[in-house]
């Protein structure tokens, strides 16, 4: 089979220097750096396409990765992608959307330590997911996944939730893809029998564009309302409030109903989410929630942060605000659930 090796910068291809690590190492580099790989018989085209530090990732940066990916899935059986943990989650999720429609799984993966660190996580990162990209294959898999610390997670349903640790990402609120496994002296990658579901819908189109001008704004006890006023003045194309709970947004005390209803008066979507991680969002159970659906505002459902954002941003350029609701409630790649 042949993967294609495609190189984005990040942690993993990073070097030190009197400026902190910065990325500089090239696939070829990193490849010898994964002594876990010798002996790897199936062909390996290496791409570099950019050298950044992922929280420098753009959005722009991601119709970049898109076309690089379809140009050569082509003629590839598999895609591996190296790139920074910082914003992975972000590119998994919107890569999700992008590639929905690709053929061949796309497996992206990086390390918490550089390549040519000690003990670095790269060497075993880059062999898992090589790995999982061939079963992917053989199996005739799409879809875009994480392989990161011996799981393989489904690219929109991931988070990082460790600075840290080597065991960095989850997926929420949806099972695993696969995991490494011990087989005598080796690991071998095992697929479960979740497979996601892919729509063939993309209304973004062939030449999707994406939308930055987007607030997020977390919901904190006090928050005044006058800061969602001011964040309505600079003119967003929407914004995603992070409420309490499954959606929750106080209206006693400092209310923020009103600075909501006039943003909402302005043509300016709001989009609610819960802050915790997992458990999705439903702000019809509680009072605190209603209120602010029966004002307009759109739930989140059980996006995650990355999968909503990602989405919205691609949604607003094609999107009308009477439409926006139910294309961001569709299910493209089992984002929503």
């Known amino acids: ?24 190492l090239m696939g070829e580099q990193l490849l010898r750096a994964c002594p876990d790989l010798m002996g790897f018989e199936h062909d390996v085209a290496v791409v570099d396409l950019m050298s950044k530090d992922s929280s420098n990732m753009h959005p722009s940066d991601w119709l970049v990765m898109a076309e690089c990916i379809r140009d050569n899935a082509a003629r590839s059986d598999a895609i591996v992608m ?8 972000w590119t998994a999720s919107a890569l999700s959307y992008l590639l929905n429609d690709v053929s061949v799984p796309v497996v992206l993966t990086g ?5 040519e660190a000690p003990g670095s996580d790269a060497s075993g990162n880059v062999y898992a997911a090589f790995h999982f990209a061939l079963q ?7 879809g875009v996944s994480v392989a990161f610390a011996g799981l393989l997670l489904h690219g929109p349903r991931v988070t990082k939730i460790d600075s840290r640790r080597k065991n960095a990402f989850v997926g929420v ?20 029998a979740q497979v996601p579901a892919l729509s063939a819908e993309r209304p973004w189109g062939p030449s999707p564009a994406v939308e930055t ?8 006890p006090g928050l005044p309302a006058r800061f969602l006023d001011a964040v309505a003045d600079t003119g967003p194309r929407a914004v995603v409030l992070e409420g309490y709970g499954p959606g929750g947004v106080p209206f006693m005390g400092e209310s923020l109903l009103p600075a909501i209803e006039r943003g909402l008066a302005r043509g300016i979507p709001f989009v609610l989410r819960g802050q915790a991680p997992f458990g999705g969002t439903d702000p019809a159970v509680y009072e605190v929630g209603r209120r602010a659906l ?44």
């Open 213 to 220: 001008n987007v607030a997020l704004v977390p919901i904190f």
């Open 1 to 24: 089979m042949k993967i294609s090796l495609l190189t984005t910068g990040g942690t993993i291809a990073s070097v030190d220097s009197d400026r902190g690590l910065h990325p500089d």
């Open 294 to 337: 029966d004002l307009g505002v759109l739930p989140a459902r059980n996006m995650t942060r990355e999968a909503l954002m990602s989405k919205l941003m691609l949604l607003l350029p094609v999107s009308a605000p009477s439409d926006l609701e139910r294309r961001l409630g569709a299910n493209l790649c089992d984002d929503v659930l």
């Open 111 to 115: 390390s918490m330590l550089s390549a």
């Open 82 to 89: 190296l790139h920074g943990t910082d914003t992975m989650a």
């Open 136 to 142: 992917l294959a053989m199996y005739k898999r799409r």
């Open 173 to 192: 609120d949806y099972p695993l893809l696969g995991e490494m496994r011990d087989r005598g002296t080796h690991k071998v990658a095992w697929l479960t």
